[in-house]
T-cell receptor, first 117, second 111 residues
Framework: GAVVSQHPSWVICKSGTSVKIECRSL??????MFWYRQFPKQSLMLMAT?????????EQGVEKDKFLINHASLTLSTLTVTSAHPEDSSFYIC?????????????FGPGTRLLVL | GIQVEQSPPDLILQEGANSTLRCNFS?????LQWFHQNPWGQLINLFY???GTKQNGRLSATTVATERYSLLYISSSQTTDSGVYFC?????????????FGKGTRLHILP
């Protein structure tokens, strides 16, 4: 149980295009999902918290118009990197919290590697 | 906010060796998790251990909440144990669904 998927697993795009990343909880309902960014050999940095049916909350320094988050259902959150530039190249990871487990445990997707040329 | 420090930052061991990874945190927490990030980037939940000791096969973890540290033990290391080990705690210590990660311990097991 507690499986989280992400799609795509990797994407290469030209500068200026938009890229959408999907995060799905496959076997549980997630009222809250989280989006992280990880640069090579660094730790995970929280970008935003996605709440089903409401607006996402963004961490300080994260541009909400740049990184659009939609949490349309209890099993799906999407992150859209708009007008991507080379500095947006990174490893993006989502997680979902399984409230039914009674624990504050987050389960992570396999990540999406984005390379912007 | 709460600070999380992990040590050592890097560890290279021969297959079969044992290791101890440490996570120190600067304030009281009611939740601590250990993760293994494999070489492909997937984070795998190892332990949810706000206090006490747990064991799962060759891995075990102990959190001493009053002294603000947690230890992850890996016995009889295998090459598949390679990767980065992170600990994570609630960003504000308690009642916070946002977690903050330490910088991790990068473990490399040699065959």
């Amino acid at each position: 149980g507690a499986v989280v998927s992400q799609h795509p697993s990797w994407v290469i795009c030209k500068s200026g295009t938009s890229v959408k990343i999907e995060c799905r909880s496959l076997d549980f309902q997630a009222t809250t999902m989280f989006w992280y960014r990880q640069f090579p050999k660094q730790s995970l940095m929280l970008m935003a918290t996605s709440n089903e049916g409401s607006k996402a909350t963004y961490e300080q320094g994260v541009e909400k118009d740049k990184f659009l988050i939609n949490h349309a259902s209890l099993t799906l959150s999407t992150l859209t990197v708009t007008s991507a530039h080379p500095e947006d190249s990174s490893f993006y990871i989502c997680s979902a919290r399984n409230r039914a487990s009674g624990r504050e445990t987050q389960y992570f997707g396999p990540g999406t590697r984005l390379l912007v040329l | 906010g709460i600070q999380v420090e992990q040590s050592p930052p890097d560890l290279i061991l021969q297959e079969g060796a044992n290791s101890t990874l440490r996570c120190n945190f600067s304030d009281s927490v009611n939740n601590l998790q250990w993760f293994h990030q494999n070489p492909w980037g997937q984070l795998i939940n190892l332990f949810y251990i706000p206090s006490g000791t747990k064991q799962n096969g060759r891995l075990s973890a102990t959190t001493v909440a009053t002294e603000r540290y947690s230890l992850l033990y890996i016995s009889s290391s295998q090459t598949t144990d390679s990767g980065v080990y992170f600990c994570a705690v609630p960003r504000r210590g308690r009642r916070d669904d946002k977690i903050i990660f330490g910088k991790g311990t990068r473990l490399h097991i040699l065959p």
